[in-house]
């Protein structure tokens, strides 16, 4: 049971590390592709927290950003392999922030080609999250140490 848990914590984390790779290998002295995605969608959802909150939100560099995305989906990715509830929790993080600004089926109409795209990638990273939630779950449940117990010896009569 032990290597089915490590060999399915293995490949679920290699979806986080290969993308944490891609995205470093394309980094670059501009942040990127990614950085380029994430310039318009961070002043899209910039302004949109701004409207419901009222507050006035300070511009976020997109290198600063990717980078930033590169550390927690390679630390968290590493960790989860291992069994850590702090990967988890960094792979959890890094799901809810980004999932509602790369996947903005929201901003889309319905009809087009864009909105099913992303809703199915939100669909499929709230899948993920789901599934990290219940890795936290069961790990949350198994005692630290489980007690064991001292067989009774036999009494001499």
Request: net charge positive; hydrophobic share 50%; glycine share 8%.
């Amino acid at each position: 049971m032990g290597f089915f848990s490590f060999l399915g914590r293995l490949l679920f984390a290699s979806l986080f590390l290969f993308s944490a790779w891609h995205m470093y290998n394309d980094f670059g002295k501009d942040g990127g592709p990614a950085a380029k995605v994430l310039i318009t969608k961070l002043a899209v959802a910039k302004k949109h927290i701004s409207s419901i909150f009222g507050l006035e939100i300070p511009d976020i560099d997109p290198r600063h950003f990717v980078a930033a995305l590169i550390v927690q989906k390679g630390l968290g990715g590493l960790l989860f392999i291992f069994g850590s509830l702090f990967g988890a929790y960094l792979l959890l993080l890094h799901l809810l922030v980004t999932s509602p600004i790369l996947y903005d089926f929201y901003n889309y109409s319905r009809d087009g080609h864009d909105y099913s795209t992303h809703l199915n990638e939100f669909l499929q990273n709230v899948a993920l999250f789901g599934a990290l939630l219940y890795f936290i779950g069961m790990k949350n449940l198994i005692p630290r140490r489980q007690m064991k117990k001292k067989a009774n010896k036999a009494k001499a009569n």
